[in-house]
């Protein structure tokens, strides 16, 4: 079973930053969209960012201006780069690979800030 390797989560204070990587390079499929999912505590999984194979990204309003999403074609890599964190993105990172014929998700780091 294929597996993407998160890393990057921890514990950080208000107004910190952390930055998550996922590697999908055992994926042997082209690979289109790339993106970070997250679930809250008793929230529903939702959508963080988004970048395609071309580079063009999508953010959650929530995020925008704070994170950025980047990828290594290369090394079929995206990572996330989470500036000026709030309490409120405090919940479970999940990467999602898109290849021609499913997607592929990560098994999840936590990440959590302090107020």
């Known amino acids: 079973q294929v597996q993407l390797v998160e890393s990057g989560g921890g514990l950080v204070q208000a107004g910190g930053s952390l930055r998550l990587s996922c590697d999908a390079s055992k994926i042997m499929l082209s690979i289109n969209a790339m993106g970070w999912h997250r679930q809250a505590r008793g929230k529903q999984r939702e959508l963080v960012a988004t970048i395609t194979s071309g580079g063009s990204t999508n953010y959650v309003d929530s995020v925008k201006g704070r994170f950025t999403i980047s990828r290594d074609n290369a090394k079929n890599t995206v990572y996330l780069q989470m500036n000026n964190l709030k309490p409120e993105d405090t919940a479970v990172y999940y990467c999602?690979?898109?290849?021609?014929?499913?997607?592929?998700w990560g098994q999840g780091t936590q990440v959590t800030v302090s107020s």
């Open positions: 999602a690979v898109d290849s021609v014929l499913r997607r592929y």
